[in-house]
């Protein structure tokens, strides 16, 4: 079985049911799901905003999402942050896409593909997650297992 490594935006993290599915799926080890800390920030904040929800069951969502999937969260990395300050996108987005560099990302799981830029993303080959279905380009890292499945089914990009 192949693993893919998914960086999770917080857009995906926002919906409940979303959120509920990437978690089982890393639980149930079908993928490496992966997050940082501005992105739960920003998932908290949206929750907050949005539905009413506390600060401080935002607080707990984030330390049992962390607790529960003890691996998911990734610091990301200056020297990504850096490598992304000059992608043409928009600013408030770079940080998802420095932390899928910096989790080494097959995959950047998120319902906002049109403020991710596929030129870079194609440019940077395989430095680069993929964001969109049935693709699964070369990994570094964490060894894969392949069960011969193709490439479609592997890949996990919600397009709601």
Request: hydrophobic share 40%.
């Amino acid at each position: 079985m192949t693993i893919s490594v998914v960086l999770a935006d917080a857009n995906i993290l926002f919906s409940r049911t979303l959120r509920d599915y990437v978690i089982y799926a890393a639980d149930e080890g079908a993928i490496e799901i992966h997050w940082s800390r501005q992105i739960l920030a920003e998932m908290s904040r949206n929750l907050r905003e949005n539905l009413g929800f506390s600060h401080d069951s935002t607080s707990r969502l984030e330390q049992l999402m962390n607790d529960y999937i003890e691996y998911a969260l990734v610091e990301v990395d200056p020297d990504h942050l850096a490598a992304v300050e000059a992608v043409e996108m928009d600013a408030k987005d770079r940080h998802v896409l420095a932390a899928a560099l910096s989790a080494d990302a097959d995959i950047l799981l998120t319902d906002n593909t049109k403020d991710f830029p596929a030129e870079w993303i194609t440019e940077a080959g395989d430095r680069a997650p993929h964001r969109g279905p049935a693709a699964d380009p070369p990994r570094r890292g964490l060894p894969r297992q392949d069960t011969g499945c193709p490439r479609e089914d592997r890949a996990l990009l919600s397009q709601t």
